[in-house]
């Protein structure tokens, strides 16, 4: 057994050289105990460590260079200390972190870790503080002040992340509490998983394809993260020190929103001295809260507030006699980020619904491939075992009594999951778990009505999901080009559906100014590229109706894939045409201005033309826009990270990080992804010491 052992670490002290000098290095810096970080040129880190905790080291040094700006902002939020910091911008901010006790439960998590993903945590956090005291005058003097990092930083951003971003945030409880939210810029995603006999090569292919705004907590950096026992790609949340989706040597798999409905929403009877609870009044317990708010002259002003929680969890709000309260799943499960960990480094299917058999992660569909040809999904929620339908757990729930709460959450066995399903392949556009492929295997009825949605009809994006399946039902063997060709597809089915019968009511109609736009629509692509034209007065149709109510009728789940439609009220819908018709040759000087010329993309220094559309008019390629000066649009999330993964002998792979990889202002890499992006490519992933020698732009020993 010795011998043996003396071996295994021989051969990998070799394997180290080799990769050294096949990235032409003339000492091997392995040897002596270095990591190394090589720069590509598209600014993506490539990081290769002897161990674990200077790998993740490396990767906070990697990140304070990136987004060094950005991390101590989001630090300094998580910790609650915005409005101390920066003045009173973030006071909601930091009433919203205060009140839902992040900054004390992020040191009860912390200490929950092993030790070993404590030293993890503790070295990315080290990595940070080390860049910047090696570069001092990095960053402003009002950011800088966050420092030094620490280990419950990083928790605090994860547990704000996850729990009070993603599983709830602060738009849907200003709901509860009856006030007016503000725009909530919306959270979606696609994901594909193909398997082997569906493609030309035999091999395995993956779409990660997040949905997701372009800045503050969901910016996303890209890394190349390599140890003993973990060759990983993917894709990391700014501040977190693990990918959230990517792939290895041997699996990959992509994230989707669900849409679990597992946050508690419950009504308490006020009484006095507390509320009503198994027949008595119990009080409320009773949290202080504190903070600074940076004055104008420098000085600081203190607000105080108080937190009342419940059994039946934290109380948002009180009216009319009632206490409105969440009761928020997973503040018990600390272990996210080991989770993710130990995903990237699975090896097998097995391994990988190991890792999700933990259940720390709180909601999320999955979905996966892997070299052996496997594709897997799991709908994965923390719901708790309830009664009742999905829909009613979204509206509030009176409540007096404990026996009407459980803690137990459902199971990983009784969780919807599907393998090799026998049409080849699997979807997910935040639709139920039923629709994850066509014919449909899961079936809803073998399941707790309280999972998930019950049928299509519920989908969030219901042509966009339509529009995914369409894409693969029925397609041939693809190539990895007919593959990519399909995830950058930009047709929207809401136009599929409705141009035909605007066309037609137009002219039988003939009006001069309806016949014009019937002739524009009816040359449009109904795709929304650069050159689309027709793309920006058929937007703007579908925007003023409200996209939402164009069709006439209901989903029908004998056609699910065509209905609902027919046009609501076609009298009203061809004025709206006219009316807007006049408005776009009045703005632009042409009825069929390109899409491109309209709609735009901005990152840092660098501007292109768009690419994609809004998920509601039923684009598989998406982009939420927002409207900027001279009446254009300006895309503000959507696509961000996007990748094309084979399951070849070494897994390769494609990829576009729109915004590109850094967010400080002044660096190359912010932005310098969009031109690709506008023009429907994607970058080849370097992996290989060779590759990444051919295109290295910069390297660091640590």
């Known amino acids: 057994m010795q011998i043996r052992g003396k071996l295994r670490r021989g051969v990998g002290l070799v394997l180290l050289f080799v990769l050294a000098l096949g990235l032409g290095i003339g000492n091997p810096v392995w040897a002596n105990g270095k990591t190394e970080i090589f720069w590509d040129s598209w600014g993506v880190p490539h990081i290769f460590a002897t161990n674990e905790t200077k790998l993740m080291e490396a990767f906070g040094w990697a990140q304070a260079q990136g987004h060094g700006d950005l991390l101590l902002t989001l630090y300094g939020e998580a910790r609650g200390k915005g409005a101390e910091y920066w003045g009173i911008d973030y006071l909601d901010n930091d009433q919203y972190v205060h009140t839902m006790n ?75 509490a009856g006030q007016i939210p503000e725009a909530n810029v919306p959270i979606a995603s696609n994901a594909w998983a193909i398997a082997p006999k569906q493609t030309e090569s035999g091999h395995g292919l993956l779409l990660i394809n997040p949905h997701l705004p372009w800045g503050g907590q969901f910016r996303l950096t890209e890394a190349q993260l390599v140890a003993p026992g973990m060759d990983l790609t993917g894709a990391a949340f700014v501040g977190t020190p693990v990918p959230a989706m990517g792939f290895n040597n041997d699996l990959g798999w992509s994230l989707t929103v669900n849409y679990p409905h597992n946050v508690g929403k419950y009504a308490l009877t006020l009484a006095e001295g507390g509320y009503e ?39 948002v709000a009180q009216r009319g006699g ?112 039923w629709t994850s492929t066509f014919p449909p295997e899961l079936d809803p009825a073998d399941y707790p009505p309280s999972l998930a949605a019950p049928d299509l009809s519920f989908a969030p994006s219901l042509l966009r999901t339509q529009r995914s399946i369409k894409l693969l039902e029925n397609a041939p063997p693809l190539t990895f080009e007919q593959f990519k060709q399909k995830a950058l597809n930009s047709q929207m089915e809401l136009g599929d559906r409705i141009v035909p019968l605007l066309v037609s009511a137009a002219k039988a109609l003939a009006n001069p100014i309806g016949i014009e736009a019937a002739e524009v629509l009816q040359a449009w692509d109904k795709q929304a590229n650069p050159d689309s034209r027709g793309a920006v007065l058929f937007m703007l149709w579908a925007l003023t109706i409200g996209a939402d109510k164009v069709l006439g009728g209901q989903w029908n789940p004998a056609d699910p894939l065509n209905t609902p439609s027919g046009m609501a009220d076609i009298n009203k819908f061809m004025a709206v045409l006219e009316g807007v018709a006049a408005q776009v040759k009045f703005l632009y000087d042409d009825l069929a201005v390109s899409w491109g010329e309209v709609v735009q993309m901005q990152a840092g220094n660098f501007t292109a033309p768009a690419n994609g559309a809004p998920s509601n008019l039923g684009s598989f390629r998406v982009l939420t826009l927002s409207t900027i000066v001279n009446q254009r649009f300006q895309a503000v999330a959507g696509d961000s990270y996007l990748s094309l993964v084979e399951f070849a002998d070494r897994p390769r792979g494609h990829s576009i990080l729109v915004y590109g990889n850094a967010s400080q202002p002044d660096s190359p890499h912010n932005g310098d992804q969009l031109s690709l992006y506008s023009q429907n490519q994607l970058r080849p992933v370097w992996r290989s010491p060779g590759e990444i020698k051919a295109h290295l732009e910069k390297e660091e020993i640590l």
Do not use: C
């Open 322 to 433: 009632n206490a409105y309260t969440l009761k928020i799943p997973g503040l018990d499960r600390s272990g996210a980020i080991s989770q993710f960990l130990h995903m990237g480094k699975a090896k097998t299917l097995e391994q990988f619904e190991a890792a999700w058999q933990q259940q720390q992660i709180p909601m999320f569909n999955v979905l996966y491939g892997d070299r052996q040809g496997n594709i897997f999904y799991l709908y994965n929620t923390l719901t708790p075992i309830r009664e009742g339908r999905w829909q009613d757990w979204d509206r509030l729930q009176p409540i007096n009594r404990s026996a009407d709460l459980n803690s137990d959450y459902y199971s990983y066995e009784q969780l919807p999951k599907l393998s090799n399903p026998a049409s080849g392949w699997l979807q997910n556009s935040n639709d139920p778990p």
């Open 102 to 176: 992040i900054p004390r439960r992020s040191e009860v998590w912390l200490n929950a870790q092993t030790p070993a993903m404590r030293r993890d945590l503790e070295s990315f956090a080290q990595g940070i503080n080390n860049y910047f005291q090696q570069h001092p005058d990095f960053s402003q003097p009002s950011l800088r002040q966050v420092l030094p990092v620490t280990a419950q930083d990083v928790v605090a951003h994860v547990h704000r992340l996850l729990l009070f971003e993603f599983v709830t945030n602060p738009q849907a409880i200003a709901s509860l």
């Open 277 to 315: 609870w198994d027949g008595e009044v119990k009080p409320f317990d009773r949290r202080s809260n504190q903070v600074q708010i940076l004055q104008g002259n420098g000085s600081y002003q203190t607000l105080q507030w108080e937190t009342l929680e419940s059994a039946a969890g934290i109380v």
